[in-house]
């Protein structure tokens, strides 16, 4: 996947894979796609597929939709998501409670279609830690 433009972006969504521009010549991982890596100034960029995973920079609670397409969905957790391999995504929280939500917390994408279009959009959720079981360290 290389080039500019959105489309290998989406085309990874529809798989249920998140994609984002790395820079071939100093490594910088970036999203919103560019012409040029913020970083250093490149134009060598290529499409790589990012883990989902991030943390949580900012978020609010928006109550009102911008269109009727979004009016089901009210109200909803609109965020911006810092991935670990670089870039930011402006996305929605799902599955969690705005109460339940911390600036700093571990996110990971999920893959919903969320309008008419057919379009698949990453979303984010809450990282749950793993949780110990009763089996985990028995000794049998």
């Known amino acids: 996947m290389t080039g500019f433009g959105p489309q290998p972006y989406l085309e990874a969504a529809r798989e249920g894979r998140l994609a984002l521009q790395r820079c071939s010549a100093c490594g910088h991982g970036q999203l919103p796609p560019m012409a040029r890596c913020e970083a250093c100034g490149s134009r060598e960029l290529a499409w790589t597929a990012a883990a989902g995973l991030g943390i949580l920079a900012s978020f609010a609670v928006l109550h009102r939709a911008p269109d ?15 991935l670990d391999e670089g870039g930011r995504i402006v996305t929605n929280v799902v599955g969690s409670e705005p109460s339940e939500l911390r600036i700093g917390q571990r996110v990971r994408a999920v893959f919903r279609r969320t309008d008419d279009s057919g379009q698949v959009w990453p979303e984010f959720a809450r990282e749950e830690p793993e949780r110990p079981t009763a089996d985990r360290g028995r000794r049998d």
């Not at 009727?68 to 810092?82: S, W």
């Open 68 to 82: 009727a397409e979004h009016q089901a969905r009210v109200p909803y957790i609109y965020a911006l998501v810092d």
